[in-house]
T-cell receptor, first 114, second 117 residues
Framework: AQSVAQPEDQVNVAEGNPLTVKCTYS??????LFWYVQYPNRGLQFLLK??????LVKGSYGFEAEFNKSQTSFHLKKPSALVSDSALYFC????????????FGAGTRLAVHP | GAVVSQHPSRVICKSGTSVKIECRSL??????MFWYRQFPKQSLMLMAT?????????EQGVEKDKFLINHASLTLSTLTVTSAHPEDSSFYIC?????????????FGPGTRLLVL
């Protein structure tokens, strides 16, 4: 069965420093991986996805993610964090069945301090 | 592009009443939409997959008679919580599947917060 794990409940970063939000996955077959961000009392916003091709995927708001097949990881990164990046981040993997069902990780809360 | 709306954004109702939540894809057509439920400080729980013109597919443990889903057009899916009870209070989020170049991405609505008194 497909699954994703986000090992950190919360990540704290100082503004201007690089940030990393971790995600590991377990899939049978080729992984389709996604990152979404959720601000308080809002739905999820799509950041980026990996389907195939370059291992470094660039997304919205300056975020990028690196797909590492050998480590089964898809960590989200940003070179310089902003206070406005503070939010809840979800990693997701496409389920092996039809309809593009997604399986979400538990979420990681990112707190960027001034 | 790829905007999904939900209405209402917030609803308070009395126990025993029914509540309808609408999910619309504003600038694209979606044959498939999804309904999620999110509890405080938790991840999203998929409730059902809504397919235009056919019956929804419910996840295990989700009562189909309790959560009625209708996907009557390529831009609209509705979730009706029937005979709502306080334990149904939650944040309900929909998403619509956008297919571009054969690749699929889910775009999410802003969510609906339901409070049942």
């Amino acid at each position: 069965a497909q699954s994703v794990a986000q090992p950190e409940d919360q990540v704290n970063v100082a503004e201007g420093n690089p940030l990393t939000v971790k995600c590991t996955y377990s899939v049978s077959g080729n992984p389709y991986l996604f990152w979404y961000v959720q601000y308080p009392n809002r739905g999820l916003q799509f950041l980026l996805k990996y389907i195939t091709g370059d291992n470094l995927v660039k997304g919205s708001y300056g975020f990028e993610a690196e797909f590492n097949k050998s480590q089964t990881s898809f960590h989200l990164k940003k070179p310089s964090a902003l206070v406005s990046d503070s939010a809840l981040y979800f990693c997701a993997v496409r389920d092996g069945g039809g309809y593009n069902k997604l399986i979400f990780g538990a979420g990681t809360r990112l707190a960027v301090h001034p | 592009g790829a905007v999904v709306s939900q209405h209402p954004s917030r609803v308070i109702c009395k126990s025993g009443t029914s509540v309808k939540i609408e999910c619309r894809s504003l600038d694209f057509q979606a044959t498939t939409m999804f309904w999620y439920r999110q509890f405080p400080k938790q991840s999203l729980m998929l409730m059902a997959t809504s397919n235009e013109g056919s019956k929804a597919t419910y996840e295990q443990g989700v009562e189909k008679d309790k959560f009625l889903i209708n996907h009557a057009s390529l831009t609209l899916s509705t979730l009706t919580v029937t005979s709502a009870h306080p334990e149904d209070s939650s944040f309900y989020i929909c998403s619509a599947n956008l297919i571009q170049g054969g690749l699929e991405t889910q775009y999410f609505g802003p969510g609906t917060r339901l409070l049942v008194l």
